[in-house]
């Protein structure tokens, strides 16, 4: 499939699943070495059998210092630096205003903006000049919706981190741009709705988007495989969408 990430070190985050699996198997293809990041043992061993060469799996929770610390130390020992980190792990939950609770604002807060924050920051140290940072955003973070105000909220946020990271980066000649996926065809809502909700969630969803459809895991992985590479070397601080056009009309 070329080689335009060859010999590039990649570390990708929540990637046992969806978004982060399908760019972790296009990384491989196109040349790079890919250390991929989950949850659980058991998915990442799946994950990794499946991508089938040059990647490791590490287990890690985004939400907990520690386990990126943990991240980081293993990379530093077998490949001594990183090239591109594709900060992707992240969590949904619905809840309207009047019923948010501490914990659904914590639990969202904790993964898709503490999580992503300490994944970048951490890995700074052995993150080689040059490279290329990709934080996963949303359409949410410029949309408004009634059940998802926390969600849309964290995913603002990151938009804003690839602005002023931008500048913090910019004398490494280190990129940070923001991915903005519209409906993805994942798990990903599917595990905080059940199946009906899902159903009638998603096909919403479909009737905003101009394309008429879900996008596929694989049609993120191109924009974000993009954005990793030299065919982006002028491009940072941007928000890349892959949507649609659902935030575009
Ligand atoms: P997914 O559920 O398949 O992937 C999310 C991954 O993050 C899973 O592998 C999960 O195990 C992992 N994860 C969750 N909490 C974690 C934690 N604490 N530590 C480490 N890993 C954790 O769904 P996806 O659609 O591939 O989602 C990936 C990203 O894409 C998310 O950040 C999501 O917000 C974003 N996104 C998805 C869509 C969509 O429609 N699917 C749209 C816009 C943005």
Known sequence: MGNKLEGKIAVITGATSGIG???????????????????????????VSEIGKNVSGIQSDVSNLADIDKVYDVIKDQKGH?????????????????????????????????GLLFTVQKALPIFQDGGSIILMASIGASKGSANLSVYHAAKAAVRS????????????????????????????????????????????????????RMGSPDEVAKAVSFLASDDSSYITGIELFVDGGTAQI
């Open 21 to 47: 699996l399908a760019t972790a198997k296009r990384f491989v293809s196109e040349g790079a070495y890919v250390f991929i990041t989950g949850l659980y043992q058991k998915e990442i061993d799946e994950s």
């Open 82 to 114: 990183i090239d591109i980190l594709f900060a992707n792990a992240g969590i949904i939950q619905f809840a309207p205003l009047g019923e948010i609770s501490e914990k659904h604002f914590d639990q969202i807060f904790d993964i898709d903006v503490k």
């Open 161 to 212: 981190f690839a602005r002023s990271w931008t500048l913090n980066l910019s004398t490494r000649n280190i990129r940070v741009n923001a991915v903005s996926p519209g409906p993805i065809d994942t798990p990903f809502v599917n595990r905080a709705l059940n199946d009906q909700q899902t159903q009638q969630f998603l096909q919403n969803a479909v009737k905003a988007t101009p394309m008429g």
